[in-house]
């Protein structure tokens, strides 16, 4: 879709870039558009236009997609509290035996 706008004189100076991430970060905050919609829009980077949102204050959490190889956070707490149950229990292993059956 194409939109054509008027724009008052002290709008017009800025350039075509400015204003399309200044629509974006209006309308992802606004909750029209997602995050990654957003920066499509924008044409920039996430940590771009993070940065962007940062220099506003908007808050920004939440709202970039986890890397897929990073562990959920319930699964990485269920992992701690069984590893102090072990501890607790005197499962535990030499320091020697962490790299047994890791090829580097």
Known sequence: MQITINLPDNLAQLD???LIQEIAIAL???QHITFDQAV???GISQSEFQQLLT???IDVSGTIA???DDEPETLI???LRTSLQQICEGKVH???ELWDGIDV
Do not use: G, M, Y
Request: net charge negative; charged share 15%; hydrophobic share 30%.
């Open 40 to 42: 499509q829009l924008a």
């Open 94 to 96: 030499p320091i020697s």
């Open 55 to 57: 220099n506003r204050n």
């Open 16 to 18: 075509q870039a400015t």
């Open 66 to 68: 986890n890397d897929p």
């Open 28 to 30: 992802f905050q606004q």
């Open 77 to 79: 707490l269920e992992s």
